[in-house]
């Protein structure tokens, strides 16, 4: 598949398919609460976030972005020719649709990899208590991670524009709970993670196609807002961000020289059903309650 390979027709077929979500609501808030700081229970509550500084040790943050380049180097021949996705190992790797400023590896030209959560460092992860403990102040005892991404911002790419992320999860509950661990510095020049606060109390909103020329697939864009109000997440490495499901958010571009790198797992409760046929890159593992026996 050449970068030109993704034509109107599929970004129109992706793009109904998500806007089925439309109009759904999330009325879902926190009352009492076990682990979560009153305060903690008031962002998610009022801005549909709480943000964790040095939730997790830059070491582990680096063997992350090492192991998923090691995952991509495995994944993906340099030599071989352009193609928009590559499935090894139960993983799955998006190559960025915008040609990249500069290529010495083929992590350079990697937009996202997916399913990384059922081994290793990652697995590790969402096991930690500390993190299932403020899960579960929203989501309840039951909790399975479905959902796992790293994200590569290489130098020149582009930044994903306005989208909830339940728009993609045609599931029978919500919310459902974004933790975004920052596995380098976040800024406004590398393309860092921007938020809508309060916009979780909103409808899903229509997505229409990112109509930028060589966007990558699956990339949609709310417009019917305004979004005088955003604000830009700056980011140190170990920061953890909790996020709601219905929260509209996007990213810069990465002007800068270097990549800015992020690991993102989706969490629900337990017995979720998500509809008559699950995303590829959904893997649904319990890691607290009673899908663990």
């Known amino acids: 598949m050449t970068t030109e390979g993704q034509d109107d027709s599929s970004k129109e077929e992706f793009t109904n398919r998500i806007n089925k979500q439309k109009g759904r609501i999330s009325s879902e808030f926190i009352e009492e609460t076990k682990y979560l700081s009153q305060s903690q229970k008031d962002s998610w509550n009022e801005n549909g976030f709480i943000l964790i500084p040095n939730f997790y040790p830059k070491s582990k943050c680096e ?7 090691d995952i991509v180097r495995s994944m993906v021949d340099n030599s071989e020719e352009f193609n928009h996705a590559y499935i090894d190992d139960g993983h799955i790797g998006i190559r960025e649709m915008k040609p990249p400023i500069k290529i010495e590896n083929i992590e350079d030209e990697m937009s996202k990899v997916f399913r ?12 930690r208590e500390d993190l299932l403990d403020m899960l579960q102040d929203i989501l309840g005892e039951n909790i399975d991670c479905f959902l796992s991404q790293f994200i590569f911002k290489n130098p020149g790419a582009w930044g994903q524009p306005w ?12 919310p459902q709970v974004g933790a975004w661990l920052a596995t380098s510095p976040a800024t406004e020049e590398n393309g860092c993670l921007v938020i809508l606060p309060g916009s979780h109390k909103e409808p899903l909103h229509e997505h229409l196609p990112d109509d930028r020329p060589g966007s990558n697939y699956g990339y949609t864009e709310i417009k019917d807002h305004d979004f005088l109000k955003e604000t830009p997440l700056l980011l140190q490495t ?4 909790l996020f709601h499901s219905f929260l509209m958010h996007k990213s810069f571009d990465n002007k800068s020289k270097h990549r800015r790198t992020a690991m993102v797992y989706h969490f629900a409760e337990t017995g979720t059903n998500f509809g008559e046929i699950d995303s590829p890159t959904n893997e649904w593992i319990s890691v607290r309650g009673k899908g663990l026996s």
Not at 63 to 69: A, K, L
């Open 63 to 69: 063997e992350i972005n090492q192991t998923v380049i």
């Open 116 to 127: 990384l959560h059922q081994k290793g460092i990652f697995n590790e992860f969402i096991k």
């Open 163 to 174: 989208h909830q992320d339940s728009s993609y999860f045609p599931f029978d509950r919500a």
């Open 238 to 241: 170990g920061d953890l961000l």
